[in-house]
């Protein structure tokens, strides 16, 4: 089906087994000391059993004292890493993957915290202004060293059996800094003109081929545009991928960005798949050397079609391998319904740089493949029976991996259809990737052999009557209605009455109440036919979205005319007005309106929670009925809990 996406192919001398590649991902699973941990091995170990045929690292320190990146991060600084670095290059090798170790320096995109205090270094003196912290220019001698540290990092990945390393020398770091006039204003041998700018990486890459022989692979990872004013342009990549082609380099691995454009690097949800494909094919059209690509890949067709495009030689799919370490083997076994898909909200990008272990939303074992894999789940269920109550994202995933541990699983939903708040979740703009997960959450409740009732109310009387062994409450939270005069008007409805089409509001005065995640999408929804404003009694909106997401929410918001009030508190409502007070203070507002639409999340099911428990021995309780949280806090909890319900 997806001929072009398996077939072989050539990096150099490393013959791959198709043209899937997982790019460098940070995870913060390694050790704080830099050496390759169970947990990291076990990870990238579990993407080559799920079929990827290239696996390039996430990011390797080559210089201990400025070059970290990240805490939990890899190094190549010392010969006393390679012993993990064996076990991981043997783990992956085992199922006929290759793998390449992506040797990087942070250069100017770092704060002191993370270097111990020790000041950031550049090719200049330029602060990046999303870090806001100034490095100092490195002196000719330090350039030399830094040159020297690559290499050695090079030979150690060669000694630790890796089949190549790649080069970052994109999305701003070090020696993406010294390849760009926005970031180089040196005047010695590493600065200038086009040739001396290339100088760092073409000095690190003969060095490597001189210590590593010409025959070990290197890729170079490059961002064609840096969208920024000043910044390396596709013309100028081209002209830099020419150069690496002529010295003998295996590959170009094209991104874009700097973390000053940083929709770029981590694509928010709002971008859709191939944006950026442009940039990949003019680099492959002036070369003949393979080139990597990562284009904001969700599904397997769409790399197939890049390929047939000639984007690229090898499609590289980055979250994708996140949300789901075995899409390969599925897409070839023709199981695409099966494929968890990632959904552009960056949690995982929010854990790592919040100093946390790599998490994902639709995947609640990423980095946790040790603890919960076939293995571990203990399959003890000896067919009792067990109900789960509520199919959304939570009950859903409770209810397959109870199935698979062995006992009779029965979904009971009252809507007439599975997905609970996801079928919510997905109606506001370029929110269509959770109904995907609706989908396949679905489809993995059919294959686990779950049975599933809709239409049917869950109350203690019907749970009786069944008999089950055990009860899983995942029947989501209560919609906060707050205890103020006017609220029971029948011009006040909630978010999700909006989003389902409940009630349809045209042409008309809103004021949504509650500046969360929920409150800014339904605002996103209803500002096409209608003039909207959020109020929100904090400082600021949409907090619990990853930077980008919410920045780019936020912009569209602004685009469609929605006024923004923080720092409000509803006190009253009447028929024409909200009452408002400021937070604080007892200053007031008063804001004219036609509608209301309440916002302001869910709390627990406590009476009907503490009802169940009365009424049977064994009972598990997830996502909002126990905790109001995100999608992600749910599956996660009902990944855990299920692993121990006995």
């Known amino acids: 089906m997806y001929t072009k996406l398996f077939e072989p192919g050539n ?3 490393v013959e791959i087994k198709n043209r899937i590649v997982m790019p460098p991902m940070g995870t913060s699973l390694s050790s704080f000391t830099g050496e390759a941990t169970d947990e990291v091995i076990r990870y990238y170990e579990e993407r080559a059993k799920g079929g990827c045929g290239l696996i390039i690292t996430e990011i390797a320190r080559i210089d201990d004292e400025t070059g970290i990146g990240e805490p939990g991060q890899l190094s190549v600084t010392s010969g006393k890493y390679i012993r993990k670095l064996v076990q991981l290059t043997e783990a992956v090798h085992k199922y006929d993957a290759k793998i390449f170790l992506q040797l990087h320096h942070p250069g100017r995109q770092v704060t002191r915290s993370l270097l111990n205090g020790v000041q950031p270094v550049a090719p200049s003196a330029i602060a990046c202004k999303v870090v806001n912290e100034m490095p100092r220019a490195l002196t000719t001698e330090e350039c030399d060293e830094l040159v020297k540290k690559f290499i050695t990092g090079a030979a150690i990945a060669q000694l630790s059996d890796f089949d190549g390393v790649e080069l970052h020398g994109a999305h701003g770091y070090l020696i993406n800094e010294f390849l760009s006039p926005y970031t180089n204003k040196r005047s010695d041998k590493y600065g200038g003109d086009f040739t001396k700018r290339l100088t760092f990486l073409t000095s690190i890459v003969k060095g490597i081929q001189q210590v590593c022989g010409p025959k070990f692979s290197i890729s170079v990872r490059l961002s064609a545009d840096e969208f920024l004013d000043g910044g390396l342009k596709i013309e100028d990549t081209i002209q830099i991928s020419k150069v690496l082609e002529e010295l003998g380099v295996s590959a170009i691995d094209v991104s874009a960005g700097t973390y000053e454009s940083g929709y770029a690097v981590i694509e928010p949800q709002f971008l859709p798949e191939g944006w950026k494909k442009h940039l990949a094919k003019a680099i492959r059209e002036q070369v003949s050397i393979p080139v ?5 890949l969700k599904y397997p067709k769409t790399a197939e079609l890049l390929l047939e495009e000639g984007v690229c030689d090898f499609a590289s799919f980055g979250r994708a391998f996140l949300a789901d370490a075995h899409w390969p083997n599925k897409a070839q076994a023709h199981q695409e319904e099966l494929i968890h898909k990632c959904i552009g909200c960056l949690q995982c990008f929010k854990t790592v740089f919040g100093g946390k272990p790599i998490e994902c939303t639709v995947n609640p074992i990423v980095g946790r493949e ?3 894999n076939e ?7 000896a067919n009792r029976s067990v109900i789960v109550v509520g199919a959304g994202p939570g009950g859903m995933h409770a209810a397959t991996i109870l199935a698979k541990r062995g006992y009779a699983v029965t979904l009971v939903e009252k809507e007439d259809r599975l997905g609970g708040t996801l079928n919510t979740a997905e109606q506001p703009p370029a929110k269509q990737m959770i109904g995907e997960l609706i989908k396949t959450l679905s489809c993995e409740v059919k294959e686990a052999g779950v ?9 203690v009387n019907w749970l009786e009557q069944q008999q089950p062994y055990g009860i ?13 005069e006017g609220v029971t008007l029948p011009h006040v409805v909630t978010a999700e009455d909006v989003l389902l089409k409940k009630v349809t509001i045209d042409n008309q005065r809103v004021v949504i109440v509650g500046g969360g995640v929920t409150g800014l999408e339904t605002a996103e929804v209803m500002a096409n036919t209608n003039e909207v404003t959020v109020i929100e009694m904090a400082t600021s909106v949409g907090n619990a979205l990853y930077t980008s997401n919410r920045m780019m929410l936020l912009n569209h918001l602004q685009e469609a005319g929605v006024s923004i009030q923080t720092n409000r508190m509803l006190a009253q409502i009447s028929e024409k007005n909200v009452l408002l007070k400021e937070t ?9 309106c036609d509608m209301v639409v309440l916002a302001l999340g869910v709390s627990p099911r406590k009476s009907f929670v503490q009802e169940i428990r009365q009424a049977f021995d064994h009972v598990m309780v997830v996502g909002d009925a126990h905790q109001p949280g995100q999608i992600v806090d749910a599956m996660k ?3 855990d809990k299920a692993y121990v319900f006995s």
């Open 375 to 381: 293995q571990t789940l203990i399959k003890d269920g």
């Open 584 to 592: 604080g203070k007892e200053i007031e507002h008063h804001l004219p």
């Open 11 to 13: 990096i150099g001398s």
């Open 472 to 484: 899983v409450i995942a029947c989501g939270g209560n919609p906060i209605i707050p205890p103020i």
């Open 370 to 372: 040790l603890r919960y």
């Open 292 to 296: 990597i690509a990562v284009n904001n």
């Open 637 to 639: 909890e009902a990944n």
């Open 451 to 459: 049975h599933v009732v809709l239409n049917q109310e869950a109350t």
